[in-house]
């Protein structure tokens, strides 16, 4: 979004360079793609905070800063004698937003924290994975992003009240909170206890909603394809595809043409929670005939609301991807190549998003943005 | 505007902000109400003919009329005030348009170049106010050749790959228990929007935001686009391990059932003191002196074997007592609360996370607050979401400066819609 952004990092780095994957798979800690990814767009600087030279550059670095952003444990910035209050005196300005598990009080304050947990207290867990089996995460920490994108939000919320007042303010964010944001907003699943005093589970390849649940997972014969309403205005499209290939079995009565799971309008017919998986089985059985691509053909043919489950080589070689200019190349000097970076996630037309430069190796940028401050930075 | 809800949005940091939204369903409206919840005035415009699917979702209240009975659509819009509006009546366009007048953002999720057959798109609408923000929320963009496919945010969790990274490597794609991308792309779009108020006070221009539910989705799948690009890796679902591209990075990490029917407790151990004291708390001291667990490196690859011996070790105990028991000893561990047990967690209590707020058809909506706390200005929630065309009148008279007569007569030629009416 055009911020300059300062990484502080300790002098032996953040712990995130040393973890993977790394680039060629060989480990360093200026080769972790996490590190790169979560990074890319920051100038970056060494400090010791745990030293009193190492506090009074960032003191100094504040006072020209409009916002700071930390994910220390509650207190741990106040044990180093670094007050957010104290330094919005010489700053008035100054947005401190502090990213934590449980928030800066409660009964969890003082709990220690990771995404899987994150998801857990926040109710995300629960609703993931299949129901014989134990709850599971994602690949990619899904926590920690509703962490960041909550503090993005209410950082910005914070800056744009300091550009208009003056006066800036700390953001206090909670990962528990953030996460139960993304169950459906605010109070989308909870409302399942309050308003109809059941739980939902989770539910594996199909959506729970409560009194139904409808499958979007089929299986194909190449891999996975989603369905989000079986019983959507594409059904009688389906079933005739699926009759011209003998394949519509008991589908083919026309019943089902009109078939909904919701309170049936005029001319609609009802079908049960076994009716449904009954025709989401002869669905499976047909799909499995053929391959995504085969599917998508059809899809956009006859106008069906399927859509191909895709890993990231199929991303990167997508036509609307490719014609909105989606992903990035960033060169990486020292690996002597660019690397793939996700693009903008969002389309501005007058401020456009961009990654500026790749993530910082560790102390790069001290010397410039020490000796424009006049202090003397740690050497990398 | 009289506010019926629980807290007035007078010191909110968006308080002097105007948001028009007329998306539907769930990701377009829930900008509206996050921005709602920082003290912006957010109407809700709809048609009382064509309904939003949101309204005829379940959980259901049990009171009310059947249009204003969903938990779905009352979560959706949270802190709005409500008006139907004809688009496709002379007079009412006329309304609209003093309503995006009145507006400093409108928020929309047609299929693009829908607005334009009412002179609403961003061309229009900034012609007449150049410092208008316009977001428009779909599943793939405003443009490229599957811009106008339809669809839903689900399908767009298949597409993005983020359903590739949720399950069991043996199993199929999951995380579709709930409509994911609807609940995580809207933080993108408020974020944006607000950036984008930040720019129009500076310089008095404002902007078009296009968001792709499919590109902001793909930016939340962690390294898999890099690791594919530089190692020629496609990453995979693997339960709950702790992975580096293809290798666990620490163990034990998983989730293990606790006493009680699916009830289970997630454990994230990174290093040899966090394993050491779970040993301790689980009253398993031997497992330390274990060959096979002695490193982290030696716990990752007897994964599985180490994840049953936890299994066995907390499957009797009280979920709650060990998540303190743990989390005292210093072992990162929480509990995978249902929907019940997010209402009855401590935590969230003390932070009042859940808020009742008085609903107009139900008695009472239990409201939530955005998880970014501002110390001077923080999240509130202003009122219930609207029943259909609830605000009508107040909308017409005091927003938009109509007389009584002028607003009867709006009424009475259908430009503002009252449901069931003719």
């Known amino acids: 979004m055009g911020a300059d952004v300062i990484k502080i990092e300790p002098p032996n780095g953040d712990e995130v360079r040393r973890a993977g994957p790394f680039a060629e798979d060989r480990p360093g800690i200026e080769r972790s793609l996490l590190w790169m990814v979560l990074n890319a767009g920051k100038r970056g600087v060494t400090l010791d905070l745990e030293s009193e030279e190492g506090r009074a550059s960032f003191r100094r670095l504040v006072t020209e800063t409009d916002l700071v952003i930390e994910s220390f444990a509650p207190g741990h910035p106040s044990s180093l004698g670094i007050e957010h209050e104290e330094l919005r005196k010489d700053n008035p300005k100054l947005v401190w937003v502090s990213v934590t598990g449980f928030g800066q009080d409660g009964p969890y304050r003082d709990y220690k924290w990771s995404d899987m947990v994150g998801l857990a207290l926040g109710g995300m867990l629960y609703l993931w994975g299949e129901p014989e089996r134990p709850p599971t995460h994602a690949m990619a920490s899904q926590a920690y992003y509703h962490a960041s994108l909550g503090a993005a939000v209410g950082g910005m919320t914070a800056l744009y009240h300091a550009h208009r007042t003056g006066r800036g303010q700390r953001v206090d964010v909670s990962m528990q909170e953030m996460v139960t944001f993304t169950l459906a907003g605010f109070g989308g699943i909870t409302g399942y206890w309050t308003l109809e005093g059941r739980n939902i589970t989770r539910a594996g390849p199909a959506i729970n909603l409560g009194a139904m649940v409808s499958r979007v997972v089929f299986p194909c014969k190449d891999g996975h394809v989603a369905v989000s309403t079986l019983f959507g205005p594409h059904f009688p499209r389906l079933i005739e595809l699926m009759k011209r290939d003998g394949a519509a079995e008991f589908l083919a009565d026309d019943k089902w043409k009109s078939a909904t799971r919701f309170t049936p309008m005029p001319g609609q017919w009802q079908c049960t929670q076994e009716d449904a998986d009954v025709a989401e089985g002869v669905l499976e059985r047909w799909l499995q005939r053929y391959t995504r691509a085969e599917i998508m053909r059809m899809v956009r043919e006859h106008e069906l609301m399927i859509f191909a489950v895709q890993t990231v080589p199929e991303n990167l070689e997508s036509e609307q991807l490719k014609s909105r200019n989606y992903f990035r190349r960033i060169e990486h000097e020292s690996l002597r190549r660019a690397i793939t970076y996700p693009g903008p996630p969002v389309v501005l037309s007058k401020t456009p998003w961009s990654v500026a430069r790749r993530a910082p190796t560790l102390g790069e940028h001290n010397d410039e943005v020490f000796s424009a401050i006049g202090v003397s930075g740690e050497r990398a | ?422």
Request: aromatic share 6%; glycine share 12%.
């Open chain 2, 1 to 422: 505007m009289s506010t019926d809800g629980r807290t007035a949005n007078g010191g909110g940091a968006l308080s002097h902000v105007n948001v028009l939204d007329l998306s539907w369903v769930a990701a377009g409206p829930l900008v509206g109400a996050i921005f709602a919840q920082y003290g912006a005035t957010v109407v809700k415009v709809e048609s009382a003919v064509r309904l939003d699917v949101a309204r005829s979702s379940p959980p259901m209240a049990k009171q009310g009329r059947a249009i204003d009975r969903s938990g779905y659509f009352a979560a959706m819009n949270l802190g709005k005030i409500g008006v139907a509006v004809d688009l496709n009546n002379e007079r009412g366009l006329e309304v609209m348009h003093r309503l995006t007048d009145w507006a400093d953002v409108v928020i929309e999720g047609f299929t693009p170049g829908t607005l334009a057959r009412w002179g609403l798109d961003y061309e229009s609408l900034s012609a007449r106010k150049p410092g208008i923000v316009l977001i428009s929320m779909t599943l793939q963009g405003q443009t490229g050749p599957s811009a106008t496919v339809p669809g839903y945010g689900l399908q767009v969790h298949g597409m993005s790959g983020m359903g590739t990274l949720i399950g069991w490597p043996d199993g199929p794609p999951t995380g579709v228990t709930l409509a994911y991308p609807d609940y995580v792309v809207p933080m993108f779009a408020a974020f944006a929007g607000i950036a984008a108020l930040d720019h129009r006070d500076r310089t008095g221009e404002g902007q078009h935001i296009d968001v792709s539910q499919m590109e902001a989705l793909i930016n939340v799948t962690g390294t898999a686009t890099a690791d594919y690009d530089v190692n020629g890796r496609t990453q995979l679902r693997d339960g709950n391990r702790l992975m580096a591209g293809d290798t666990p990075r620490a163990a034990p990490h998983g989730v293990y059932p606790v006493r009680g029917d699916d009830r289970w407790i997630a454990i994230s151990v990174t290093n040899d003191g966090e394993w050491r004291a779970l040993c301790e708390v689980l009253g398993k001291p031997d497992w330390t002196n274990d060959s096979r667990f002695k490193t982290n490196e030696a716990r990752c690859g007897t994964d599985e074997e180490l994840d049953r011996l936890v299994a066995e070790a907390t499957r009797n105990h009280d979920g709650h007592e060990l998540m303190e028991a743990l989390q005292k000893a210093g072992v990162v561990a929480g509990l995978a609360l249902d929907q019940e047990g997010l209402l009855r967690d401590p935590q969230l209590k003390h932070r009042a996370h859940f808020l009742p707020v008085a609903h107009a058809e139900w008695g009472e909506q239990l409201g939530e607050l955005f998880g970014a706390r501002l110390s001077e200005t923080p999240p509130v929630v202003q009122r219930a979401a609207p029943t259909l065309a609830q605000h009508n009148e107040q909308v017409a008279r005091e927003v938009l400066g109509y007389s009584q007569e002028e607003f009867d007569g709006l009424l009475a030629d259908g430009a503002f819609e009252l449901y069931g009416a003719d």
